[in-house]
């Protein structure tokens, strides 16, 4: 077991956490007794070798004797034993461990009544410790039979199966005494404080029992009075294994009860494990589809953040930008980006997409630097007691990311886990946008570069052109006229201009157009074209090419000029990915000199 392992056990089994010895360490970790607050374990973490020191008291001697013990690293005390994580079996581990916490949670003392289950062997014997339920002592049994002791507890007591060691039966005898008193009701004068970790009935003396069901009572008739915040644990622990309640439903109901009326009124402490436990309630017990959203809104809000990030092609421009807005800093903080927002918004989801294109530059941006896609196995209920009756339970999706399934008495969650460093990935990422936007359409000073992957800065490049792309076909796209009338209103217009013709205006123009029309019969117009473009679209084109007058052929075919450019411009977007006809300073038409010889090349040739 190394350091790590031991992380997770130690949190997993007693649902405590390593602290650091001195703010910041990362080489000495403490485990402190919720009890007193004193240490119990100290962890050194050197190169090659960790070594775990556990105060086990009388046993201390005995125990470092054993393969895999020492003497202590850190504190030098005769009743501290050194582990060494490397060498040391996982099992001796965990039990040296546990006997090092029942002395922690018990002032020193071992309590061999209730969980002790180490001994001492005999001169003639292997002197090794060893695991072995104890029987309750003749005092221990006399207490609980004296007669201020209700029938229904004493039965109570009675069930109890010491031949469970409490590691494995803890949760068991919990659950079987829980459902002979189910239904008991208590109504005693006396008030006996009581304070343990992972308490039980076991747990308690006669007078502690009678305080607890006295309350409990209480609160079945929703009266709410401050009691022990071990008593308000065992009545948690009841409604996890849905005693005293007629459905899980109910169950979840007086759950959420009791965490209004009395976590949130006298013991806020217990709402970070009770928002931990109700999540697998609502999952475990498989209630409404509706009630599992609702308890998920974080989680599910957190991933709609990653789903985007990781599928922009889904969202929106917008939708985008506003996780960019939540996850990093640079995007509030930039004033080119504020002033020019609806650029960014628009660039910034080109750009993006391009990015998360791993096989076009050979880095998979999302899973590097953003979120990690992972499976977290955590048990089921952890730090409560619980007994676990199902062994099947059902997959839970509960959104495109987060997924829970059950194995062996754990979820196994599969998400997205948040990459190290991710905020400052996006800040530097957001930084050489900015940059480079800066440059490209001249928004303010330039900045400074940021050391960043060459595979990201060319997606960045790649995104900017790719924007600048879908711009110029959108103008395009906007020009959208009505054509089912246009031919009455040329028909109106000439109409009109003709009769503000003189005779002799008309003669003359007659004439000029009559000489246009014979002088273009004799030129050929090549119109089979792959292009697409019609007759009239090959003449105006040829003309500007050829830089031939086109006004009177298109007054006497009765076209617009603007539309003809429109048109052409559309047909010949892609092959050019750019508008090839504009107007001059005039306003008039006119081919963009740039692909004046592609063109000619491609309608003049041939």
């Not at 599910?300 to 996850?327: C, G, N, S």
């Not at 062996?408 to 997205?416: L, V």
Request: charged residues 30%; contains cysteine; hydrophobic residues 40%.
């Amino acid at each position: 077991m190394d350091s790590n392992q031991l992380f997770k056990y130690v949190y997993a089994k007693y649902g405590l956490k390593f602290k650091p010895a001195v703010p910041g360490s990362t080489s000495v970790y403490v485990l402190m007794s919720p009890v007193d607050s004193g240490y119990f374990a100290m962890l050194s973490r050197g190169q090659g070798q960790s070594i775990l020191d556990l105060k086990c008291g009388a046993m201390a001697a005995l125990i470092r004797d054993l393969p895999g013990f020492t003497d202590p690293m850190k504190i030098k005390a005769a009743d501290w034993v050194g582990a060494i994580l490397e060498k040391v079996s996982e099992d001796s581990l965990k039990k040296a461990l546990d006997f090092a916490f029942k002395l922690a949670m018990n002032g020193d003392e071992v309590n061999i009544a209730q969980n002790q289950y180490f001994y001492i062997a005999p001169d003639k014997v292997d002197d090794r410790y060893q695991a072995q339920a104890i029987k309750p002592s003749e005092n221990l049994r006399k207490k609980h039979n004296n007669s201020l002791v209700p029938d229904r507890i004493r039965k109570m007591l009675e069930i109890y199966d010491y031949s469970i060691l409490p590691s494995r039966g803890r949760a068991k005898n919990f659950y079987q005494q829980a459902r002979m008193m189910a239904d008991y009701d208590d109504d005693y004068p006396e008030f006996f404080a009581f304070k343990r970790f992972y308490p039980t009935y076991h747990d308690m003396n006669t007078g502690q029992l009678r305080s607890y069901f006295t309350w409990r009572s209480k609160i079945r008739q929703h009266v709410f009075e401050k009691t022990s915040t071990s008593y308000a644990f065992v009545y948690i622990y009841e409604l996890l294994n849905n005693i005293g309640v007629d459905d899980a439903q109910d169950g979840y109901e007086k759950l959420l009860e009791f965490e209004g009326k009395y976590v949130r009124q006298f013991d806020i402490s217990i709402d970070v494990y009770l928002q931990d436990w109700l999540k697998d309630y609502v999952l475990y017990y498989d209630l409404d589809e509706k009630i599992i959203k609702q308890r998920f809104a974080s989680e599910i809000k957190r991933d709609h953040d990653y789903e985007v990030l990781h599928h922009p092609e889904k969202f929106t421009a917008q939708e985008l930008a506003a996780v960019f807005a939540k996850k990093t800093t640079y995007w509030n903080s930039s004033k080119v980006i504020n002033k020019n927002e609806k650029l960014f918004v628009q660039l910034l989801r080109y750009v993006w997409l391009e990015l998360l294109d791993a096989k076009k530059y050979g880095i998979a941006y999302y899973s590097a630097f953003v979120g990690k896609p992972d499976i977290i196995e955590k048990p089921i209920f952890v730090g409560s007691v619980f007994y676990l009756r199902k062994q099947q339970v059902a997959d839970h999706q509960i959104d495109a990311v987060r997924k829970y399934h059950f194995y062996q008495g754990k979820w196994q969650i599969h998400c997205d886990q948040q990459i190290s460093r991710q905020r400052v990935n996006l800040n530097n990422f957001l930084h050489e946008l900015d940059r480079v936007a800066r440059t490209e359409f001249k928004l303010g000073r330039s900045i400074k570069p940021r050391f960043i992957d060459q595979a990201v800065l060319k997606a960045i490049n790649a995104g900017v052109a790719e924007y600048h792309i879908q711009e110029k076909k959108a103008q395009i796209d906007q020009i959208k006229i009505d054509f089912s009338d246009l031919d009455q209103i040329r028909a109106n217009a000439s109409k009109t201009r003709d009769s503000l013709l003189t005779d002799e205006e008309k003669q003359l123009e007659q004439a000029e157009a009559q000489e246009e029309v014979e002088k273009q019969a004799d030129e050929t117009v090549k119109v089979d074209n792959e292009y697409g473009l019609d007759e009239n679209e090959m003449f105006f084109l040829t003309a500007l090419l050829m830089q031939q007058p086109w006004q009177t052929y298109l007054k006497q075919h009765h076209l617009m000029a603007s539309i003809l450019m429109d048109n052409i411009n559309e047909k010949l977007f892609d092959e050019f990915g750019d508008v090839v006809l504009e107007n001059n300073e005039q306003d008039q038409p006119q081919v963009i000199t740039d692909y004046v010889d592609d063109l000619k090349d491609m309608f003049l040739k041939g």
